[in-house]
Each structure stands twice: as C-alpha cells, then as structure tokens.
C-alpha cells in the first residue's frame, strides 16, 4: 500500500497535470491536426474503410484512440478526448515516477512525474493538444519500464511485454520504432560493457523484438482481413517517404533545429540543466553505476534522431524527449541540497504561469504570429451547418479541417486537405512561397481518386477556402485545376462567401 507520502506526491502530480491542462477542457480544438483525426474517426465510425474513406501517412493508433473515445462520450467529443488526454499523461507520468524510483529513489520518482506534468505543457499554445506523440509515449514509457523489471527479476515474460507495449506505440507513430535500438544497445552492447561476466543478451532481444513483431503481425493480417494492405502501403509506407524526402529537400535542417529546437530547450531548461547533471555524473563515475542505469540516457539520445526525422521539428515531435529527460531530471533534483529546491521550483513554475497565461490568449497570439487559430473557422463551419443536413457531406479545398469538425459534417472525400491534390509541403518555407512550383509533389492518381469520391458521395457543400489564403492556400486557387473548376461551375451554385471562404451548394 503506498504511503501518505506518496499518496500526497501523486495527488500533486494529478493535480498539476489538470491545472494545467484547463484551456483544453473548453476548447474543442488545439490544432488542426486534431480536427483532421476526429474526421478520420469519424468516418471509422461510420463504417469507413482506413486508408480508403480518409488516408493519411500514420499507422491506426491515434485514431483508433479518438474514435473509443467517440463511441464512449458522443461524436467529436473533443472536450473528452481532452480530458481523456490529461488522465493519459498523468498515467504516463506514473510510469516516468516507476522508472527514476527504480534507477535512483521515490524522491527521484517523485520529481520526474512532476518534471512531465509541467514540461509536457510549456510550449507553444497547441502543445497540450492532443498529439500522436503525448498518446505514443504511454505504451513507450511503460515498455522501458518492463525491461527494467526484467532487469531486477530475470523473467522473460517482461521482456516479453516491453516488446509488445513498444509494437503498441510503433502503431501511433513510426519514430517509436527508435526505442528498438535503445533496448538492443542496451542488451547488447552497453549492458556487457558495463556489467563484468554478462554477455550479449541475444535472447531477451529477440523477445522484445518478437512482442513487437506480433502487434505488428496483427496489425497486418486486420488491414488484410479488410481488403486495405495496398492502400496502407501506399499511402503509409510511400507517403511517409515522400514526406519525408520532401522535408529533406525543401527544409534548412540545421535553421530548423537551432531555431525550434532551441525554443523548446528554452521553454523547458530546468530538465535539461538537471539532465545534464546528470550526464555529468555518469561521466565522471562510469563504474559506480549499475547497467541499468545506462538504459535511460541511450532512450534520450536515441530519441533525439527520431525527434529530428524529416527535419520539421513540429512542438509535439519534442514530447518523445520528455519521458528520459525528465527521468534523468529527477535522478538528478533529488540529490539537490534543500537550498536548491527554491530554484527548482522556480524553474518550474515560470514557464508553467507563462504559458498557461498565453493560453488563455492564444487567438491573439495566433493574430500576432500570424498563424492560424483552429477556432477561426466556426463562422464557416456553421454556415455550412445551416444549408445542410445531418448525414450530408461536404469537401473543403485548402487544409481547413476544422470545418468537418465544427459542421459535424462527413468529409465527402478521402483528403481531409488538399496537399495530396496540390503538392504542397507543409512545414516548409516553400509552402508559403507563392511563386514555389509543388506540382512534382501531387500524389499521383490522387485527381481520379477525387473524382471517384465525388461520384459516390457527392457532397452537398463545397468550400473554398483559397480566396480567404487560408492555411497558404491563396496560391492554389480552384480556377488552376481546370476539372475541379468545371465541375463546380456545372454542379454548384455559389451561395455567399464567410470569413474568405466561398460555400457552394449543390444544385437540386
């Protein structure tokens, strides 16, 4: 049974993790990306095929989260999926206490719980949304820490299970694949240096290697049990590399980092000075430490490659970061003499009170960095509401998700945005760059596969959201694709523009 100590520890952590996380539990939408999984969802629950109804380069997981949560709580329950989001991080938030109360001491424990509540929420307004990343890092977390109780009882069923959690999170988003070789550098090379008389562990790894490849296994006889495995390919494996390689050619990598990634060190530099104690230490004492103890500054190192795949460096990348930053953290605040604890507290509750303040203002501090506030397009979204009815559909050109979301309105397409038709490379410079040719970026066949949706769903609703330059798209006016213009000239009747967005209802 645990202590009042630790009841009280855990009461803080939970109770940090809500406070600061309040603005979600009224605003529906943090980012745009979670508007474009609650449509895919959506349509998951209407009986829609994945990669066929709605595509996207992502394995299943993050939508499968949002659409149990959906069947539980009500249809786009964003609201829910919020708070759902709050009690995950506080989940994994326990897992970080396990891991550092393993390696160091519950005081250590005790610090690295708190270290992610807080840090998981200091950075830019939309970083509390919820993200592939902040839902990934719970079976992450919980797998590193089955490798650890392998570690301590030499019962291969826990390597057994690390293995599976970590093919649970390679579901939500492909970087989780990393934490395969951070427990086989662990098994395999850093283990035997640092343990006197301890082999390579070959077996343990293929263990975690074989919990991983069964989820993986499943995953693959699902999609072919349904007919979609092409289509996963396609659009998951082909479009990740495009995305990839897309990012690579049109990203300054090292701009990128220094000018992203030195924001997110800045927003959270208490665990990074504490992590860096930390790494001190293992430095100068190299044999004073157990072998266990190397397991968490390979997770962080090797979680820095996965951060910096693609070069984009997007806020929610950095959480995949958070878990053995913060653990390495706390290992280190806990040998803090008490004089010390003042600045940690400080360290934490200034970039906590700032941006929980700035959340409260995000709409003008999107107006002021010109970046887009997802809540800007319920004026659309509710016009489009008025003209239709439950059960229609609807098309937006541009990248304006949160129109489905507010309509409550079916996409009448499987591009919940336009870039598959346009070419255009989101987070580059080039996206904004209106004299920037993206026609060798469209995905090919995606025009015909456009037109195959419209025959079979025909939308009551088209929106165009380029005269308004939402999200870049000034660039990609519907009068530069000829068939879309036609179409629209010979199917719709305009009806009024809102906000910059021209709404087309289908002629009766």
């Known amino acids: 049974m645990p202590n009042r100590d630790t009841i009280a520890w855990g009461a803080l952590v939970l109770a940090a993790v809500l406070l600061l996380r309040l603005p979600a539990f009224w605003t529906p939408i943090l980012d745009v990306d979670e508007a474009q999984f609650a449509g895919y969802a959506d349509w998951l629950l209407h009986g829609g095929l994945p990669y066929v109804s709605s595509v996207d380069t992502k394995p299943l997981g993050i939508y499968w989260f949002f659409a149990a949560v959906f069947a539980i709580f009500g249809r786009n329950d964003m609201i829910a999926v919020h708070v759902v989001t709050a009690f995950w991080v506080a989940a994994t938030a326990l897992?970080?206490?396990?891991?550092?109360?393993?390696?160091?001491?519950?005081?250590?424990?005790?610090?690295?719980?708190?270290?992610?509540?807080?840090?998981?929420?200091?950075?830019?307004?939309?970083?509390?949304?919820?993200?592939?990343?902040?839902?990934?890092?719970?079976?992450?977390?919980?797998?590193?820490?089955?490798?650890?109780?392998?570690?301590?009882?030499?019962?291969?069923?826990?390597?057994?299970?690390?293995?599976?959690?970590?093919?649970?999170?390679?579901?939500?988003?492909?970087?989780?694949?990393?934490?395969?070789?951070?427990?086989?550098?662990?098994?395999?090379?850093?283990?035997?240096?640092?343990?006197?008389?301890?082999?390579?562990?070959?077996?343990?790894?293929?263990?975690?290697?074989?919990?991983?490849?069964?989820v993986g296994g499943l995953f693959a006889l699902y999609l072919l049990s349904i007919g979609v495995w092409?289509?996963?390919?396609?659009?998951?494996?082909?479009?990740?590399?495009?995305?990839?390689?897309?990012?690579?050619?049109?990203?300054?990598?090292?701009?990128?980092?220094?000018?992203?990634?030195?924001?997110?060190?800045?927003?959270?530099?208490?665990?990074?000075?504490?992590?860096?104690?930390?790494?001190?230490?293992?430095?100068?004492?190299?044999?004073?430490?157990?072998?266990?103890?190397?397991?968490?500054?390979?997770?962080?190192?090797?979680?820095?490659?996965?951060?910096?795949?693609?070069?984009k460096f997007y806020g929610h990348y950095f959480i995949q970061l958070l878990p053995p930053l913060c653990i390495m953290a706390g290992l280190a605040a806990a040998r803090l003499r008490r004089g010390w604890l003042v600045a940690v507290a400080a360290g934490m509750i200034i970039p906590a009170a700032g941006f929980f303040g700035a959340r409260l203002y995000a709409g003008k501090i999107y107006d002021a960095l010109g970046e887009e506030d997802p809540n800007s397009y319920r004026p659309i979204a509710e016009r489009v509401e008025a003209i239709t009815e439950e059960g229609d559909t609807i098309f937006v050109w541009g990248f304006a998700t949160p129109v489905y979301y507010f309509s409550d309105r079916l996409g009448a397409s499987?591009?919940?945005?336009?870039?598959?038709?346009?070419?255009?490379?989101?987070?580059?410079?080039?996206?904004?760059?209106?004299?920037?040719?993206?026609?060798?970026?469209?995905?090919?066949?995606s025009?015909?596969?456009?037109?195959?949706?419209?025959?079979?769903?025909?939308?009551?609703?088209?929106?165009?959201?380029?005269?308004?330059?939402?999200?870049?798209y000034g660039k990609y006016p519907i009068d530069s694709y000829p068939k879309l213009r036609d179409y629209l000239k010979s199917h719709y009747r305009l009806v009024e523009r809102v906000d910059g967005a021209d709404i087309y209802e289908r002629l009766r």
Not at 142 to 169: D, H
Not at 421 to 436: H, I, M, S, V, Y
Request: some cysteine.
């Open 95 to 214: 897992f970080c206490y396990l891991i550092a109360r393993d390696l160091g001491s519950r005081r250590a424990g005790f610090f690295a719980a708190l270290f992610y509540a807080v840090f998981t929420t200091t950075y830019v307004p939309k970083f509390i949304s919820t993200s592939i990343v902040v839902v990934m890092m719970l079976p992450l977390s919980a797998s590193v820490y089955c490798v650890l109780l392998w570690e301590r009882t030499r019962r291969m069923r826990w390597m057994l299970v690390a293995g599976l959690l970590w093919g649970a999170a390679c579901l939500f988003k492909y970087q989780a694949g990393i934490n395969l070789f951070v427990v086989a550098g662990y098994l395999m090379i850093a283990r035997p240096l640092m343990l006197r008389g301890s082999g390579v562990r070959w077996k343990e790894t293929l263990v975690f290697l074989g919990g991983g490849a069964a």
């Open 414 to 445: 499987r591009f919940l945005w336009c870039d598959w038709l346009t070419g255009r490379a989101p987070g580059t410079p080039q996206a904004k760059d209106p004299e920037f040719d993206t026609t060798e970026f469209i995905t090919a066949g």
């Open 447 to 472: 025009w015909e596969m456009l037109f195959e949706d419209f025959e079979i769903n025909e939308p009551a609703v088209i929106v165009d959201t380029s005269p308004g330059d939402h999200h870049d």
């Open 230 to 311: 092409d289509d996963f390919v396609f659009w998951s494996f082909r479009g990740s590399a495009a995305y990839i390689e897309a990012g690579a050619r049109l990203i300054g990598f090292w701009k990128n980092l220094g000018v992203r990634g030195g924001l997110f060190v800045a927003s959270s530099l208490l665990v990074w000075i504490l992590a860096g104690i930390s790494v001190a230490r293992f430095v100068r004492g190299r044999s004073k430490f157990s072998a266990a103890e190397y397991l968490v500054p390979i997770w962080l190192a090797l979680s820095l490659v996965a951060v910096c795949t693609g070069g």
